[in-house]
């Protein structure tokens, strides 16, 4: 049986007076040196009481460390200044002796499976589908969006990011050992996949891809439920026939659109102020949405998105956000505000639509339609309705009288 093949890492003398000696190495330290306490004695002048020592690891690596000695430890003719693998054929030099180191064949170490590699692109992936997430609720809670296609581009950038990903790992270069292996040193087996000549890992890769495409789906529609739900900003069906307004004491509010989302009823409105000082309607404990004979609803100040005070001569359009819903029925309701603050004289009390007309929610969502997309309508305009006869200055008579 050969050195190699007896299953034991050991070093042999290559020259001297004790040329042909074996020592064999145990797991863990062993201590080489001229000392009678190093673990193996080497009694020659050039090597130091502890001159080097070599550790086998648990996971069968030998290292080799020089500890300090006058002349020097070599390896492969390289001096050792640090810690160095030792391989099966490679030469130690200790001072003027020396040893062929001998280890017992292993099992070819195949490369990192490929499926690890993808993982590690899936989880770059994942990376790059929350930043987009992300950006997507920025958008929701600042700009009120609510459309469907920017949350599929979550999905789809994480899926092409992991296939950049596995394109570039294909394209880098395989490792190169370091150094050259000393006299002996047997040449590494090929891997299966260079012995075969075939790309392997394509059904992890469409797997991965297909776990990227469903999760990424799943986290995009259920991020996009929850910001909606915090913000208020949910897709929905517009309920409202008509555009409905009053104006009193030279302030004018209008309902321009009713939208009824999964959990909110949506109003938008704009005020238009012609007094010569600012008025101001909150929301907060001042704005209530009625129907006819039904509960009124309480306006959500933190899920609105309203302009309190309005300047002289100025208009402003917002959204109001009430918790709950009107009934489903056909119905007429109105939009109140219970205050109307002014640092004026003049202005009126309160403010109080005629009552305006919604439809029932079956045909709204009906008319509706896929071409809408639960996207919101733009400020002053509500898609399907009727616009409203206020003139340059105000509503007409009809209008005032709810027409």
Do not use: C
């Not at 290559?14 to 009694?43: M, N, W």
């Not at 195949?110 to 930043?131: N, T």
């Not at 596995?166 to 000393?182: A, C, F, I, M, T």
């Amino acid at each position: 049986m050969s050195e190699a093949g007896s299953g034991r890492r050991l070093l042999t003398v290559l020259d001297g007076p004790h040329a042909g000696q074996k020592f064999y190495l145990p797991d863990g330290e062993t201590i080489l040196g001229r000392s009678a306490d190093a673990d193996i004695v080497l009694d020659d002048d050039s090597i130091s009481r502890r001159h080097a020592a070599v550790t086998v690891s648990p996971n069968g690596r030998v290292r080799l460390d020089d500890l300090g000695s006058r002349n020097g430890t070599w390896l492969n003719d390289q001096r050792v200044a640090a810690s160095q693998e030792l391989l099966d054929g490679d030469e130690v030099g200790l001072g003027e002796v020396r040893l062929s180191f001998h280890a017992p064949p292993s099992p070819v170490r195949p490369p990192p499976p490929r499926s690890r590699k993808l993982w590690r692109g899936a989880l770059l992936a994942g990376a790059a589908e929350v930043v987009v997430l992300l950006g997507n609720v920025a958008a929701n809670a600042l700009a009120g969006w609510t459309g469907t296609v920017g949350w599929l581009a979550a999905p789809v950038v994480g899926v092409l990011v992991a296939m950049v990903n596995d394109v570039l790992k294909k394209s880098e270069p395989e490792e190169q050992p370091e150094r050259q292996p000393g006299r002996g040193q047997p040449s590494r087996a090929r891997g299966p996949e260079a012995a075969s000549g075939r790309p392997r890992g394509a059904p992890s890769l469409v797997l991965v891809l297909a776990v990227l495409a469903v999760v990424g789906l799943a986290l995009a529609f259920g991020v996009r439920y929850v910001s909606g739900l915090v913000t208020g900003n949910e897709p929905g069906v517009e309920r409202l026939e008509a555009q409905q307004g009053i104006e009193r004491s030279g302030v004018a509010l209008t309902v321009l659109s009713v939208l009824e989302t999964d959990h909110f009823t949506q109003v938008r409105a704009s005020v238009r102020n012609s007094l010569e000082f600012t008025v101001t309607l909150p929301v907060y404990k001042n704005a209530v949405l009625t129907p006819d004979g039904g509960e009124s609803l309480e306006a959500d100040p933190f899920r609105s998105s309203w302009t309190d005070s309005i300047p002289p001569g100025a208009e402003r359009q917002g959204r109001i956000t009430f918790p709950g819903h009107l009934p489903a029925a056909r119905t007429a309701a109105t939009l109140s505000f219970s205050t109307v603050f002014g640092q004026g004289f003049g202005g009126p009390a309160s403010l109080t639509t005629p009552p305006f007309v919604l439809k029932d929610l079956a045909s709204a969502r009906a008319t509706a339609g896929a071409a809408h997309d639960g996207e919101h309508a733009p400020l002053g305009r509500a898609p399907g309705v009727v616009r409203g006869r206020l003139g340059p200055r105000g509503p007409t008579e009809s209008d005032r009288a709810g027409g």
